[in-house]
């Protein structure tokens, strides 16, 4: 696999290429935002399958918030990680303050994503979860036992690089995994892709919504969304989706 990715846009094309190979019933493209989400609207392109997001907050431990005691999810679901919390004697009271900090930041955020869009129906679906890469892959990991509770038919993790040993704990998990890279020394995501700017809210409503109007109409109707303009210091996210 050639490396580095040009951007996230790059990186999903070539995801999506090697799914193609691949039977999906009815697949739905879960993507973690928010930089899986442009990664993710390629592979959704590709497949003409549905778009959506599933949000995961990490709960850093009170002391040492770059800890993670657990994660929440949409759909409600929290996922608590016992070898932290039983060592560290973290009680009740300080893991339902967390919570309640990082809940409020997920549901602004799915508000903002979907726009009063109800979360997309997994049961009984292919779901092909896609994140821009994974390092410890802790989110995916979070996001997987939290889609489990919904019960997909068959849950797939899509990357388009990660960590050799991060692979191996996700595909412990999922049902499999298609990672187009494994690099050693990984180092961090960023250093795998030529651009690698930050992802704004505006850019992954606005992925969503085309998604959702080219999934419907097909391309004479996915430009009928307007790209917001993004900070003059930022470059030019309309690159990503070009193709469609």
């Given at each position: 696999m050639r490396l580095p990715f040009e951007h996230r846009a790059d990186a999903g094309r070539r995801l999506a290429e090697r799914l193609e190979e691949r039977s999906l019933s009815d697949p739905l493209v879960l993507t973690l935002p928010r930089g899986g989400v442009a990664v993710g609207f390629e592979v959704a392109a590709a497949l003409g399958a549905e778009l959506d997001v599933t949000v995961v907050r990490k709960l850093g431990v009170p002391s040492r918030p770059e800890l993670a005691m657990g994660a929440i999810v949409s759909g409600g679901i929290r996922v608590l990680n016992p070898e932290v919390i039983g060592p560290?004697?973290?009680?009740?009271?300080?893991?339902?303050r967390v919570t309640g900090m990082e809940r409020r930041e997920l549901e602004r955020r799915e508000r903002v994503y979907r726009s009063g869009r109800p979360p997309a129906e997994v049961s009984g679906r292919t779901v092909i979860l896609v994140d821009d890469g994974a390092a410890t892959g802790a989110t995916v990991l979070a996001a997987i036992h939290?889609?489990?509770?919904?019960?997909?038919?068959r849950l797939?993790?899509?990357l388009p690089v990660a960590a050799a040993e991060t692979v191996r704990r996700i595909a412990a998990e999922a049902d499999e995994v298609v990672c187009l890279a494994t690099p050693e020394p990984f180092l961090a995501i960023s250093?795998?892709?030529r651009e690698f700017s930050p992802v704004i809210d505006e850019e992954v409503r606005y992925l969503l919504e085309r998604a959702e109007r080219l999934r419907r109409h097909g391309?004479?109707?996915?430009?009928?969304?307007?790209?917001?303009e993004r900070p003059e210091t930022a470059p030019d996210f309309r690159e990503v989706g070009r193709s469609a």
């Open positions: 560290l004697g973290i009680d009740e009271e300080r893991i339902e939290a889609l489990r509770k919904r019960d997909p038919a797939i993790v899509a250093m795998w892709y391309p004479a109707g996915s430009h009928e969304v307007v790209p917001p």
